[in-house]
């Protein structure tokens, strides 16, 4: 994207007033998504990522997306098993970290019916959306550069006219729409993170709209007192969704860890099409709001065991772990 | 003298752990890199700083994380930042040692972590750079811990995901990468390999205890280069196998 073009859409699409954007997920979803668009989720691998958003596509039968696979983990896995992502450009997918490799996304890019249209690493990957996030067409780094990685990246490499050594020069990526899953988030959008922000500044910046989940909508007032934490201001934001647990089995720093034996369902389950259709049957199709998601997955009880488990309170268990 | 028997994984992690110097930078992943580096940390490099991709730098890790982005990773640190800003820290040169696995590597440490197969058409898709990349890349000194046999020491990669000294000697620099940086040391279950310093070829530093230098070279799909005396790896002491097994992977998620 050119970016004079990036200008003019942030300028038409983008509004400076101070409106209220909260909306139901279903809404959002349905306005600001479309087939075939290119999805960046916020977050990293199973790591604050709006599980929520991700179902609600799900739901919505959403088909063809181009997903940025940028360490994406559980996120990337249910949406090429459930058709609704047919091609990634990915530094990091099809893994499940310290879990090993994912079955389903591995099953569909072996058989053919997931494409990978392009590789590079998780740094020239928020790279990319830091360039957008300048509204620069590209920014210069010193990685890729003499590997096979580099020739699927779109990148190119030229002279420094500084120190005439070579410079690779990355393109900058403005992805159709991406959600970020947030601790708290007024009603306008001014979004707080706690923790690491990973490359969330950078693709809300990016984002042509951007769907913020959160675990509370709290008083503007609340943000205005702490204006130091706001990583995402309101006028990137295209809609608000209260989403508590949002993120699902995955980790939301200091408030719930990972739901491993959950992750050891789906990696169970995903090995075969009938078991990834049995998940979505019982954890995704069939579910209205979040919270009855929540019950099914073991409700407020589970969510205390998270809760403790993430202050250190309980000992880790790995139920996917071979040993 | 070691009294406790220990295992391949173990020992992996001990050599990588003894690798690492005390005041030094280490980005590293979930795994045995962790470990080891935790390892470190309770011996002998109490001020070892440790970085994660996410953005969490020098974390008191209190349990081994599942992601390096989980809460663990930035548990008591001294910044949780931004990957913008870790991966900025390392482009700048303040990253002394990467930890990096592998599927396949070559004589010159160049890395596949990315398919095993045609890239279009893969026998087997792997998770792809990752940071791997940039950590091959940008750090000063880049170790590698990985198992080995002639199917992952191979003589040509399928994907070259991450660079090593590439095609030989100054072919990083040619190609744009940092001066004086590329892969340090490659622990497996039967060595420690190095590289030579002018012909950048990979070369054996010391073989585990009850390994002898025809099972590695056995082991190895490229021409290894031999010196003329291969030291015996040092065992875990009794020290490190307790803190392995007690405290740092408690539940043996990554040591067996």
Redesign the interface.
Known sequence: MDPDDARDWMAGKKSRLLSDKVMPLGEAVSRFTFDGGYLAMG?????RVSMAGIYEMLRQKRRNLVIA?K?A?HDVDVLIASGVVDRVE??????H???G?SPA??RA??G?KV??VA??????F??RF?AASMGLPWLP?????????FK?SSSK?VEDPYTG????LIPACYPDFAFIHVHRCDRFGNAQID????????LAMAAKRLIITTEGVVPEEEIRAAPDRTVIPFFMVDAVCEVPYGCHPG?M??LY??D?EHMAEWLSLSRTEEGVKAYLEKYVYPVGAFAEYVALVGGEEKMDYLRRL?R?EE????PW?K? | MTMMAYNPAELMACAASRVLEDGRSVFVG??LPIIASMLAQRTHAPNLLVVF????IGPKI??????????R???RAVM?????YV?SC??LGHIDYGFLGAAQIDQYG?LNT?CIGP????????????????LG??CHRTIVLMRQDTRKFVERLD?????GY?SGPG??E?????RNTGPYRIITQLGVMGFDAESKRMTLVSTHPGVTVKDVVDNTGFKLIIPDVVPTTDMPSDEELRLLREELD?????I?
């Open positions: 977050g990293f691998g199973h790591i696979g360490t983990v990915c530094a990091y997918a099809f893994g970290e310290l879990r490799l996304g591995r890019v072996e053919g494409k990978v590789e590079l690493s998780n740094a020239a928020q790279w830091k780094a010193r990685v890729m550069m003499g590997t096979d990685t699927y490499v050594k070579p410079i690779c923790g690491t922000v990973i490359e969330d500044k950078e980790n720093p200091l860890y990972s491993e993430e250190l000992p880790l268990t790995a772990a040993r | 979930t795994g991709e996410a953005g969490g209190p349990a081994i994380p599942i992601s390096v982005g989980d809460s990773t930035f548990h949780a930042a931004s990957m913008d991966m390392a482009q160049n990315t890239h279009d058409q893969p026998k087997t898709r792997l998770p792809g750079s990752g940071g791997a990349n940039d890349s940008l994907y070259l995901t991450t660079p590439l072919a990083r040619r190609a744009g990468l940092p408690p539940i043996k998620i990554v067996g």
